[in-house]
């Protein structure tokens, strides 16, 4: 019998359902009886696979909700799906067409199933992420500051970065406490900030949106960062390699670590070097940064070692 494969496509208000090879397709809406209907559906056909587009945080209850089932669900990038439906031809882009496409793409790929994460991760991820938007306010605002000449608007913007600097603080003491008070992610902390070039900030964005640091193969862990090198190539023609896809905010955040530790770190101060030397871009050379940083990351929750300077 053929394995069957299920494609989720997430909008607001209702889920599409595209189930493979047999063809069928329903909707459900996407609420708590939606969701209860869809489990029990699914659980019936016993699939393979159950593949959900990422959609903006959509998908995060739907997904949560039939791996509590006891359903095989996995949440695909959407711009691998875009890619896949181009190669097939899928142009139209309707709903039950998307999760037909995704469920194509699910029985096509076989994408490794791994667990989701758990209501505290949620949770400190959407504190992490929350955090990241703050600061990113706060540095608008101070750029409108310096461009700004007229007395009231100058007020009005001091006003809402004393207001977003105090929002801050209060979310900086709830990541604090959130983090430290769980022994397992206070010792991954722990771990993660030892290394010279990572800080609390960094450590707990890898925590949060990157649990499977310390699980992977150097290669596995790179791809799930976007930080893995594709190489463009035809015949003889030979193009630069790039780097795309994976976690944006487990590559910033890694990005920023590189731009420290090739300061700070001796071993990584030393890489960085090198590949300046031997002609490397300074760019190319901080993505190389940023890929050994993830690299020794990875090493160090694998084997639950500190940074040793060696």
Excluded: C
Excluded at 39 to 46: K, Q
Excluded at 207 to 219: F, H, S, T
Excluded at 221 to 231: D, K, R
């Amino acid at each position: 019998m053929d394995s069957i494969t299920v494609g989720i496509d997430v909008s607001k208000d209702r889920l599409d359902v595209a189930v493979r090879p047999s063809g069928d397709a329903f909707a459900v809406e996407r609420n708590a009886a939606g969701l209860e209907r869809l489990a029990a559906r699914l659980s019936e056909l016993s699939p393979y696979i159950v593949a959900l587009e990422a959609t903006g945080g959509f998908e995060t209850v739907a997904a949560a909700a039939l791996a509590a089932a006891g359903l095989p669900v996995v949440v695909v990038n959407p711009a691998q799906i875009r890619a896949f439906a181009k190669a097939i031809g899928r142009r139209a882009k309707t709903d039950p067409i998307d999760a037909a496409v995704i469920a194509h793409f699910a029985e096509a790929t076989k994408p490794e199933l791994r667990p989701l994460p758990d209501e505290a991760t949620r949770l400190l991820a959407d504190l992490i992420a929350r955090r990241r938007q703050i600061v990113e306010m706060i540095g608008a605002e101070r750029q409108r500051e310096k461009r700004t000449t007229a007395a009231r608007p100058k007020k009005s913007i001091a006003r809402l970065l004393k207001a977003l600097e105090k929002e801050l603080a209060s979310l900086d003491a709830d990541l604090d406490d959130t983090v430290r008070g769980s022994p397992a992610w206070r010792e991954k902390e722990d771990l993660l900030a030892s290394v010279p070039g990572v800080g609390p900030t960094i450590a707990r964005t890898l925590i949060a949106d990157l649990p499977e640091l310390g699980r992977l193969n150097r290669k596995e862990i790179a791809a799930l960062a976007g930080l893995a090198p594709f190489t463009r190539q035809s015949g003889q023609w030979h193009g630069r390699s790039f780097i795309g896809g994976g976690r944006t905010a487990v590559r910033t955040a890694l990005f920023m670590g590189a731009m420290v530790a090739k300061q700070h770190n001796p071993v990584l101060k030393a890489f960085f070097d090198r590949l300046v030397a031997a002609g490397k871009p300074k760019m190319v050379a901080l993505i190389a940064v940023a890929r050994k940083l993830l690299t020794i990351l990875n090493a160090i929750l694998r084997d639950n070692r500190p940074w040793q300077n060696a």
